[in-house]
Nanobody, 118 residues
Framework: QVQVEESGGGLVQPGGSLRLSCAAS????????MEWYRQAPGKPREFVVS??????????TRYAASVKGRFTVSKGDADTMYLQMNNLKIEDTAVYYC?????????WGQGTQVTVSS
């Protein structure tokens, strides 16, 4: 079993920044895929960014077009991922979820609220 926990959400003005964290614990593996999704009120959950880690290889990342150039994903250790969000827009308001994928099973956190408002 793997537990996934997000943190770092909050209220920020347009143009501001926030840093989200995702930590996985339990029966984790160094080879994994960690992703951020978000869900705004009344909308489906959407992909934000992914980071794939494999032993002996550089991590590979992929961003949604809507956040590219503003959001940056990074890894702490093998089971910790950060999302630096700059130049936040009102449309970035959503609950942000972390997904931890081992290939045969995935795990989700409970989400952290990000609100961008003046």
């Amino acid at each position: 079993q793997v537990q996934v926990e997000e943190s770092g959400g909050g209220l920020v003005q347009p143009g501001g920044s926030l840093r989200l964290s995702c930590a996985a614990s339990g029966r984790t593996l160094s080879d994994n895929l960690m992703e951020w999704y978000r869900q705004a009120p009344g909308k489906p959950r959407e992909f934000v960014v992914s980071m794939k880690s494999e032993a002996g290889r550089d991590s590979t990342t992929r961003y949604a077009a809507s956040v590219k150039g503003r959001f940056t994903v990074s890894k702490g250790d093998a089971d910790t991922m950060y999302l630096q969000m700059n130049n936040l827009k009102i449309e970035d308001t959503a609950v942000y979820y972390c997904r931890y994928d081992l290939g045969w099973k995935d795990y989700w956190g409970q989400g952290t609220q990000v609100t961008v408002s003046s």
